[in-house]
């Protein structure tokens, strides 16, 4: 397996745009997850589905993040408007349980101007 | 909410020092993960610790779960320049909701001087 798989792995947008992120998991995972990564906060847990459906999205922001996953092979989290405060390593993780190790994809890198 | 501390946040220690980093947290815990991030690089799992007491060893590196499942550390025996990163702990517990979730610490960045 390729391992998850996130794109784009590098994101540069203005404010105000909307940004999309995408995720692919490790097949048969059942479990995904959202994190976002800052210096200041360190790594946060988002949202998290188990199935495809969102089971904890306490961690959301605010209603301009938005997550979906459509089928067990592919995620998206959504930001609209985008804001120079959300410039962050985005990170995917999928595990086949709630207990088990979590694998990683590579992030993606986002900056707002 | 839940938390967990992670304490120190930042060890820089000379080639061949010990290295400790404690976590804890303000509930008890169903287990505990430890991850690696390597500059620029993504966490990796390196283990999971779910017994009361229990304690795991991975050539230089030893990992222990406390009584009361509240607190664990990792320690890493002579470091070596291959340590370098940032060593996160993830505690497993159940909110009040009722939804279980991991948990991270905000890890600590180890920096080895060769």
């Known amino acids: 397996d390729a391992g998850v798989i996130q794109s784009p792995r590098h994101e540069v947008t203005e404010m105000g745009q909307e940004v999309t992120l995408r995720c692919k998991p490790i097949?048969?995972?059942?479990?995904l997850f959202w994190y976002r990564q800052t210096m200041m906060r360190g790594l946060e847990l988002l949202i998290y589905?188990?199935?495809?459906?969102?089971?904890?999205d306490s961690g959301m922001p605010e209603d301009r993040f938005s997550a979906k996953m459509p089928n067990a092979s592919f995620s998206t989290l959504k930001i609209q408007p985008s804001e120079p405060r959300d410039s962050a390593v985005y990170f995917c993780?999928?595990?086949?349980?709630?207990?088990?190790?979590?694998?990683f994809g590579p992030g993606t890198r986002l900056t707002v101007t | 909410g839940q938390q967990v501390m992670q304490i120190p946040q930042y060890q820089h220690v000379q080639e061949g020092e010990d290295f400790t980093t404690y976590c804890n947290s303000s509930?008890?815990?169903?287990?505990i993960q430890w991850y690696k991030q390597r500059p620029g690089g993504h966490p990796v799992f390196l283990i999971q610790?779910?017994?009361?007491?229990e304690v795991k060893k991975q050539k230089r590196l030893t990992f222990q779960f406390g009584e009361a499942k509240k607190n664990s550390s990792l320690h890493i025996t002579a470091t070596q320049t291959t340590d370098v990163g940032t060593y996160f702990c993830?505690?497993?517990?159940?909110?009040?909701?009722?939804?279980?979730?991991?948990?991270f610490g905000k890890g600590t960045k180890l920096t080895v001087n060769p």
């Open positions: 097949s048969g995972h059942d479990y």
């Open positions: 610790l779910v017994k009361s007491g």
């Open positions: 993830a505690g497993l517990s159940r909110s009040q909701g009722g939804s279980e979730k991991l948990v």
């Open positions: 589905f188990n199935n495809n459906v969102p089971i904890d």
């Open positions: 509930t008890t815990l169903s287990n």
């Open positions: 993780a999928s595990s086949p349980g709630l207990g088990y190790e979590q694998y």
